[in-house]
């Protein structure tokens, strides 16, 4: 099993979020680590974009910008560690899946306009935390939803620990529910 773990957490090894991840991953032996902050995409605009179409269109997918999308495509599951910011996560995690929405590769439309998706991973595994309460209006999960929906991924998973800088919190009981939620996840992989 192959195991696509996207790194949205910008602060390194001090994210309490990639702590999480790295405990989900414990075990998985095949797991390809795709680092947003090293890896500093650049969204596409005018010249970039219309190249990128231009081989969508025509099936060409030798070059090197389409290989974020064929890791996606090909994993058995992604995971997805982001911080909360500003009720939904990181930009350079949405720069990474325009990069990784490829038509042709990652979905495509069939002839009466529908969109259907390619990967062929069962799930994707949402992990996060935040400072405050996420419940209440996690918009990154709700895009995310929809993304695994376009890309075919027929189940979206989630765990947070939240309220994690509010004062007087029990951190680590906050940090434990999550950690009870990704031990039931990792359960049913």
């Known amino acids: 099993m192959t195991?696509?773990?996207?790194?949205?957490?910008?602060?390194?090894?001090?994210?309490?979020t990639l702590t999480l991840c790295r405990e989900y991953l414990e075990g998985v032996e095949d797991v390809k680590e795709v680092n947003l902050s090293e890896l500093r995409l650049e969204p596409y605009y005018g010249d970039s974009a219309a190249y990128r179409a231009q081989l969508e269109a025509k099936g060409l997918?030798?070059?090197p910008m389409f290989d974020i999308g064929k890791d996606f495509a090909e994993a058995d599951e992604i995971v997805i560690g982001a911080p909360y910011w500003?009720?939904?996560f990181p930009a350079a995690l949405k720069i990474y899946i325009e990069h990784a929405a490829v038509m042709g590769m990652t979905f495509h439309y069939t002839e009466e306009g529908r969109c259907e998706?390619?990967?062929?991973?069962k799930h994707l595994t949402y992990i996060t935390t935040g400072g405050g309460q996420v419940s209440t209006m996690n918009y990154g999960y709700e895009y995310l939803c929809g993304i695994a929906g376009m890309f075919g991924i027929p189940e979206t998973r989630f765990a947070c620990?939240?309220?994690l800088d509010v004062v007087g919190?029990?951190?680590e009981a906050n940090l434990n529910?999550?950690?009870?939620?990704?031990?039931?996840l990792k359960a049913t992989r």
């Open 117 to 121: 998706g390619l990967c062929r991973a």
């Open 177 to 184: 529910e999550a950690r009870k939620v990704l031990a039931q």
């Open 61 to 63: 997918f030798d070059d």
């Open 161 to 163: 620990a939240e309220n």
């Open 86 to 88: 500003d009720l939904s």
């Open 169 to 171: 919190a029990d951190i």
């Open 3 to 16: 195991v696509l773990f996207v790194n949205a957490c910008l602060r390194g090894d001090e994210s309490r």
